[in-house]
């Protein structure tokens, strides 16, 4: 089936520091990628997303490629914020014909980031 | 637009008993889904609702069931809890057209369920 495969955890970094947060992907067809970020008490929120091989999901400085060859999808930012501190999960949409798309997660990184 | 709402925000529960929670999906949706994500964990697939039938079911047991209204809100239903359905759920909401496939899914604040 269907896996989301996330880099270990915690990341801790000082701010301005430059960040990239692994994500690779086990998927039958050509699924949509998304990265999604859950603040401390709060659901989840999407931050981006891509649908197809190498488009580039971009939002809030955070940015992600979808490699097809190398079944990755790993977010990246340039200088991060203390206010970037969360739990950031990579997830998949099986992208079925039909109204039952569902999400595969992967168990999600803890970013702290020092000010 | 207003956003996917849940409720209630918070509940405690014991052993046996049974619990519903509540989902407003965001305006325009159609269909929505229902994830369980235990502590420290990414969410896990419980079920998705399209036109009041559920439509998609993950490895979870018949005692974990669900409605969508014709308003496409939507209840998530828990009978028999059991300690580990301890939990945050989330329900998501998306919009499915005919003749394409459902993508992205907005997801609410999430119900705290607590089974002691």
């Known amino acids: 089936g269907d896996s989301v495969t996330q880099m270990e955890g915690p990341v801790t970094l000082s701010e301005e520091a430059f960040l990239t947060i692994n994500c690779t992907y086990t998927a039958t067809g050509y699924p949509s990628l998304f990265w999604y970020v859950q603040y401390p008490g709060e659901g989840l929120q999407l931050l981006l997303k891509a649908t197809k091989a190498d488009d580039k999901g971009s939002n809030k400085g955070f940015e992600a490629t979808y490699r097809k060859e190398t079944t990755s999808f790993h977010l990246e930012k340039g200088s991060v914020q203390v206010s970037d501190s969360a739990v950031y999960f990579c997830?998949?949409?099986?992208?079925?014909?039909?109204?039952?798309?569902?999400?595969?997660f992967g168990k999600g990184i803890t970013l702290s980031v020092r000010p | 637009e207003t956003g996917v709402t849940q409720s209630p925000t918070h509940l405690i529960k014991t052993r046996g008993q049974q619990v519903t929670l509540r989902c407003s999906s965001q305006?325009?949706?159609?269909?929505v889904s229902w994830y369980q994500q235990a502590l420290g964990q990414g969410p896990q697939f419980i079920f998705q609702?399209?036109?009041?039938?559920?439509?998609g079911r993950g490895n979870f047991p018949p005692r974990f069931s669900g409605l969508q209204f014709p308003n496409y809100s939507s209840e998530l239903n828990v009978n028999a809890l059991e300690l580990d359905d301890s939990a945050l759920y989330l329900c998501a909401s998306s919009l499915f057209l005919a003749g394409g496939s459902t993508d992205t899914q907005y997801f609410g604040p999430g119900t705290r369920l607590t089974v002691l």
């Open positions: 305006s325009g949706h159609n269909t």
């Open positions: 609702y399209y036109r009041e039938e559920e439509n």
């Open positions: 997830a998949l949409s099986d992208r079925k014909a039909g109204a039952n798309s569902k999400l595969t």
